[in-house]
Each structure stands twice: as C-alpha cells, then as structure tokens.
C-alpha cells in the first residue's frame, strides 16, 4: 500500500517526537511492505518566523492533497505578546476549521508496567480503559465576539459560547457508535445546571441515544466528571462532551497513565482526511536536549494506521512494541521510576523500531519451520 503522510513537526519538542513516529512507520513498512512518503509543511510559531502566518495556505494545501496528517506540537514564550492573529495556537485553531476536523479521540488506558508513575493507587487506575470524545470545532474557542471591550469606561471582555443543534449531533452520533464497539456506556458530560448551551446539549444527548437502545446513557456535570476520573475512572466507557471541557478532561485524565507523554488522540473529520497528534504541548524547556517522550506521538501514527489506513495488524504491531519497550523497563524521565532503565528520545525511538523489526525476523523464522 502506497501513502503520502503531510507531517507537520510544529514547535519545540513536536519537532523530536515526529521524527520519531516517522522512523516508526518506517519500520512498520519495511516490514509489512507498504510504502510511506513524507512530505513536511510549517505550523505554529515556526510558520511565524518563516512565513508570517500560523498556518500558510501551503500547508492547507499539502493537508488536502494527501491522506493523513501527522502533527507534533505549536506554541512556546517566544510568542506570547504576538497580537492572537499571530500567534501559534491560532493555527492550531484554523488546521482543525478549515479540515473539519470535528472530533477528538483521547483513548485512555494504563500500561500496567507504568503503574507506578501514576500518582493514584494502583487499587483506583487498574483496568482503566475509557475513551474521551470532544467535540473540536465549536465552543468557546471559535465563537464570536471573543474579544476586550469598553463597558461605560471600564475595561473588560467576552468570549462568546456558540453551538448548533448539528454539531452536537453529530459529535454525540460518533460517541454512541464508538460505545457500541466498546462497552456499550456513554457518559455525556455538561454543565446543564447554568449553561443554556449545556441544557440543549443534553436534550440532543437525550435524543441521539434513542437512536442506540444497546447503549447505556448517563448525564454527569462536569465538575463531578473531574471528580469521579480520579476517584473511580474505571465507571467510564466513552465520555463524550463540548470543546472546553473536554480539553480540561483529557489533560486531567492523562495522569491516569502517569505522563501527557503517552496519550496519543486522533481529530476526525467527516471526510477520509484525519489528523493525528499527541496531546502534550511543545515542551520548550525540553526542547532539543533528547529527553522528550515520543511514545504519545508514536502511538498516535499507531492510530492512523488503524483508522486512516485500515491497517489493524500493524496498528496492533506498534501498540504491542510499545508494551514490549515498556516491560523491559526502558523509560524517558518522566515516566522513570526507581529501578527503570533511562533513556532519551532518540534511545527509545530505537528500542521501539528495534521491536518492530525483531518481531519481523520472529515471524520470519517460525514461517521457515511451518
């Protein structure tokens, strides 16, 4: 199979972690025999300085023509006093508009060997296996007028909340299809209490889920939703709820797994174009010392080769690599814990590659011996 992948490294440690997931899928056609071209395009803070805009229209472009997109991370203090126009979340903000990239995926589960770099007992993350749906195109982030005003002299502001009726649907249709591949439970998290936007979030909630009889629904606020993830996240299946909330949530719930470095997420569109990324941020700090996590984004090209490509077994080929990597102990430093064998990004790209292929020359052997 012959795929063109637009990556898009962005700033700060992005540009560590892609490399590595590139080297990844690499290894995965090399030993499935597929073939992966690359093209690079610019986003974030590094598309400021070179090209004056967070998101030229040659990466739009680039996205569209190809069949995937593999992104790192935007932003960094270099840009924080840059007018909103300019800074590098705002092309962040556009890549997912002008695809459509309507809806987030954040699969949540525990590596078991990574139990003790999660600071819950392990009595309260064993099993955890939920997936976090957030809606990415609408809410507070996108709505206008977001801006500050003057109200009878005095300085203040407004964001604006805007959702339709569609585009709950459409993300609470995907929600309860997903459940029903899982464990047939959907957790729809709003603030209906206050929010009108949340009272008719819950309305359509109510009337998606006639649609699926096999799939449970409960309601939760949100803020008791922040609650039970630390409390008992093993009550969730699919959690499924607005732009905001849903970025709070997921953040929140990667300390289930120990590190944001190992949350991967996957923002679909209605079309076959979906791109893939990690959640954590560009890490500046960490920026090319070797020491940032690439498992996040190396699980995330693990998901478009699932969900773009249809590639399940190699899909299954690097999750299981992952797994072997971590069993043996190797770890970057913010997943280390006492006894476990440091090491940096590059390191531990090569011990994951490494997995992948060895398993090739397993599967070569016992063919020899059928």
């Not at 995965?28 to 071209?37: D, E, I, L, N, P």
């Not at 799939?215 to 499924?240: G, S």
């Amino acid at each position: 199979m012959k795929k063109v992948i637009t990556v898009l490294p962005g700033d700060g440690i992005g540009k560590e972690v892609t490399k590595g997931a590139v080297e990844v899928l690499e290894a995965v056609a090399q030993r499935y025999g597929h073939s992966f071209r690359f093209e690079y395009g610019l986003i974030g803070g590094t598309a400021i300085d070179k090209t004056g805009s967070p998101l030229p229209e040659e990466t739009l472009e680039m996205c569209r023509r190809n069949d995937a997109v593999l992104l790192g991370a935007v932003g960094g203090p270099k840009w924080d006093k840059n007018p909103s126009y300019l800074k590098p979340e705002t092309g962040l903000l556009r890549i997912r508009k002008e695809l459509n990239l309507y809806a987030n995926l954040r699969p949540i589960s525990l590596h078991s060997s990574l139990a003790e770099a999660s600071p819950l007992k392990p009595n309260i993350i064993e099993g955890v296996d939920l997936l976090i749906v957030r809606e990415l195109t609408g809410g507070l982030y996108f709505g206008k007028p977001s801006e500050r005003v003057s109200q009878g002299g005095k300085e203040a502001v407004v964001d604006t909340l805007f959702y339709k009726r569609e585009e709950m649907k459409a993300i609470l249709q995907l929600a309860f299809k997903l459940a029903r591949k899982r464990r047939g439970k959907v957790t729809s998290v709003d603030k209906a209490n206050v929010l009108a936007s949340s009272k008719l979030w819950r309305e359509v909630a109510v009337e998606v889920s006639g649609q699926y009889p096999d799939v449970e629904l409960e309601h939760m606020l949100v803020d008791n939703a922040a609650m039970q993830l630390v409390r008992c996240p093993r009550q969730f299946d699919v959690l499924v709820t607005e732009n905001m909330f849903g970025d709070i949530l997921s953040d929140e719930a990667s300390v289930l797994t120990g590190s944001l470095g190992m949350l991967p997420s996957a923002s679909l569109s209605e079309s076959s174009l979906h791109l893939y990324e990690p959640i954590h941020g560009s890490a500046p700090d960490i920026a090319g010392k070797n020491c940032a996590n690439p498992l996040a984004a190396i699980l995330s090209a693990a998901s478009m080769l699932r969900l773009s490509f249809g590639m399940d077994e190699e899909a299954e080929a690097v999750e299981k690599a992952v797994q072997e990597v971590l069993d043996l102990g190797y770890r970057t430093g913010d997943i280390a814990t006492e006894g476990s064998r440091i090491m940096g990004t590059k390191e531990m790209v090569h011990e994951v590659k490494a997995a992948i292929l060895d398993n090739e020359a397993i599967a070569h052997i016992m063919s020899a011996y059928a």
